[in-house]
């Protein structure tokens, strides 16, 4: 009679655990994914900017060289995120400095410069690339005034800050030809700018 009992006791033991192992299912662990934020969209509309701008003009043969630290206000509007257009102004401010083989001066030449340029643009992400293709004046204003208009070019490199600011550096080429206003006759002379800017979008 015992055998019988213990017989049925280990039967429903192992029915209850066939059952019960039956039912549990294989717990997969939760793995979460980080979210990316995702960059802001490519501006479009108008944009002003302000930047610190370093203008050198140079002469060949023999060397000389203007140059002096200044500022830039620019004005443009962007039509899609692949091309814009942007009006700039650039001038010196303080003393330039003058340099030649044999001297290393202050001078009292003014540089500046005007134009108006047409801007393709890339962006990576926050970053972005660009060109600058366009017409401008450049003028040295010393004793003498001299002013020389044509084409000019440069690239440069913006980052977003946020939806509106975007900080940019940028290289321009202002005037790359023979003679300067007949103030270098026969000989090449050169204008450039340098400027570190932030630009707000509106």
């Known amino acids: 009679?015992?055998?019988?009992?213990?017989?049925?006791?280990?039967?429903?033991?192992?029915?209850?655990?066939?059952?019960a192992g039956g039912d549990l299912a294989p717990v997969e662990p939760v793995i979460e994914t980080p979210e990316v934020a995702?960059?802001?969209?490519?501006?479009?509309?108008?944009?002003?900017?302000?930047?610190y701008s370093c203008?050198?003009?140079?002469?060949?043969?023999p060397d000389e060289e203007f140059m002096g630290n200044g500022i830039s206000a620019l004005a443009g509007y962007n039509f899609n995120k692949f091309i814009g257009v942007e009006a700039r102004y650039t001038t010196s401010?303080?003393?330039?400095?003058?340099?030649t083989w044999n001297k290393d001066e202050d001078s009292n030449v003014d540089l500046s410069n005007i134009a108006i340029y047409l801007k393709p643009q890339y962006s990576f992400g926050t970053v972005g690339l660009y060109g600058l293709v366009g017409y401008g004046q450049t003028t040295a204003d010393g004793d003498d005034k001299y002013s020389e208009a044509g084409l000019q070019y440069g690239a440069g490199v913006t980052a977003n800050v946020n939806e509106s600011v975007?900080?940019?550096?940028?290289?321009?080429?202002?005037?790359?030809?023979?003679?300067?206003d007949a103030s270098a006759p026969n000989r090449d002379v050169a204008a450039n700018s340098w400027s570190l800017g932030v630009n707000y979008n509106f």
Do not use: C
Request: a negative charge.
């Open 1 to 19: 009679m015992n055998t019988i009992k213990l017989s049925a006791v280990a039967l429903l033991l192992t029915s209850t655990f066939a059952l």
């Open 38 to 51: 995702e960059a802001a969209p490519a501006k479009t509309g108008f944009y002003a900017g302000l930047a």
């Open 55 to 61: 203008m050198q003009l140079t002469k060949d043969t």
């Open 93 to 99: 401010l303080g003393d330039t400095t003058y340099t």
């Open 166 to 180: 975007q900080v940019f550096v940028d290289y321009r080429r202002l005037y790359d030809d023979v003679d300067f």
